[in-house]
Every structure is written in structure tokens, then in C-alpha cells.
């Protein structure tokens, strides 16, 4: 559940920005929606499937693999950032006929377990692997023979209109005031697994065989369905803008959250939300 150019690192998931996350992980959640559903249908879940949620987050994922494999099944949500843990434990309550969930702080490059599992799954979860060879070898380790993998990831930076319209706007701004923005690489961190042929040649040479990578185009309804306004202000809080804007304030911060609000202004549906763009591959493979 990280969005920077380097590796987890625990420490950065921590505080205020766990907490900013944490006041947006249902809107995003619901922005996200469409690529949850191609995510679940290419994993196949069925009742009884023990599922290892990677990079759970604050555990959407691991609460909707539990629906669909019920009580005989089990789910195990991983993320290296113990607040994010916290905050899974305190969002997932016991649902009559969901599968029991636990949450694990660990990174998954290292992490081991008794058990083994039948499903990875990942939304956004795998592309900031300190040794992404390492990490998926581990997993390979804690799949059964004849589980599977399946995780969706980001295209490159600049297939997605999600990003590249804030961050556009949000650049030009600090541009003609004179400042150098720090603008997230096109093809790395959450856009690090870009490239289908580098993924599938990772990922079997990690243990895995049958790798399948589709890239899919999907219509999200920016922050699960708001205006512009609030569209601009939520900016600033995760992605590539994010990390563009970081520590603009005052008079600047406004200039440049209007330029991003008229930005999306012009990318609204017939009931005034923002509705934007972006690319994903989802990956699938056999143990």
C-alpha cells in the first residue's frame, strides 16, 4: 500500500500519513472499485481457499476475499507498516459467513509461515519490493503446489489519466513559479511493474509458471464519486501529486489546487463527479 519510488520502509507509513490514508480508504476503496472486481474475477476465488492478502493495507481486499471463500476458507492480510495493520484490525469486523481474517506486520520478502496458502492476491500491494526476485520466490515458498497468484498493478505513470491530469496541472503551476517539483519517474515505484515481458521473466524465475499478463483500461469515479473541488483536495493527499506538492503552502497551495480543480472540472460525468482514466495489468500465475 505504498505510492513512493523506493522501498517499504515502515517508517514512512506511519503518523499522519497513515492517518491521512486511513480518512480516504473508503473513498478510494469505492474509486477503485472496477479494478477490485477485475482483480477478483481473474483470481477465481473459491469457498475454502486459504488467501494471503500482500500489502493488505487497511484490508479491503482480505474483507472481500473473506466473503467469497467463507468459513471453510481462511484469509492472512501482510503489510510491512504496523499502523496500517492497526487500522485493518479496526476496520474488519466478524461477518456471519466470511472467512476468519488475521493481520500480519511483516514484510513479505522475508516473512514464513506454518501454513501454506492456495491464493496470493495483491491490489497494489507488490511493486515496492526492496528484491522483488526475493519477495516472489518467498511467496512461491508459501503457496501450495498448484496455488496461484494473481495481483494487479499500475501501467506505466503516464497511460493514466488518475495521475497524469492533477499532476499536470499541479506541475505547471509550481513551474511558472519558478520552483522544481519532485515528479515521480513515469516507470518507477507504483509504476514499477509496468512492463509485461520484465514481470513474466521475474516471476518465473521466481517459481511460478503460466504467468498471464492483460492490461485492462478502466473509468474510476475519482474518491468513489465527488466534485472537482474536493476532487483537487484530495490530490494532495496521495499519488504522484502527492509527492509533487509536498510541502507547498499559503497562497501557492491554493493557485495550484485550482489549477488541478479546473483541470478536472472538464473530466465530469452527467451528475458533476470527476471521472478519470487509468491503465492496470492484472497478473496471474501457477505455483
Known sequence: MAEEDVAPDPD???????DRWVAMADRLDRQMAPITELLIAATGLRPGDRVLDIGCGTGPIARRAAEIVGPPGSVTGVDVAADMVAAALDATPEVEGSAPVRYVEADATTWTSADLFDVVISRFGVMFFDDPAAAFANLAVLTRPA??????????????????????AAVA????????????PVAGGPFSLNDPDAVTALLEGAGWRDVRVVHHDVEMLVGGGTDP???????FGVGPTRKATEGIEGALRVEVRDAIEAALAERVDADGQVVLGGRVLVVTAAR
Do not use: H, Y
Open 229 to 235: 473541488a474536493a476532487a483537487a483536495e484530495d490530490a
Open 147 to 168: 496455488g496461484r497468484l494473481s495481483v494487479v498493478v499500475w501501467d506505466r505513470r503516464d497511460r493514466s489519466d488518475l495521475f497524469e491530469v492533477p499532476l499536470a
Open 173 to 184: 503551476v509550481l513551474t511558472d513559479a519558478g520552483l522544481e517539483p519532485d515528479i515521480m
Open 12 to 18: 514512512a507509513w506511519a503518523g499522519a500519513r497513515v
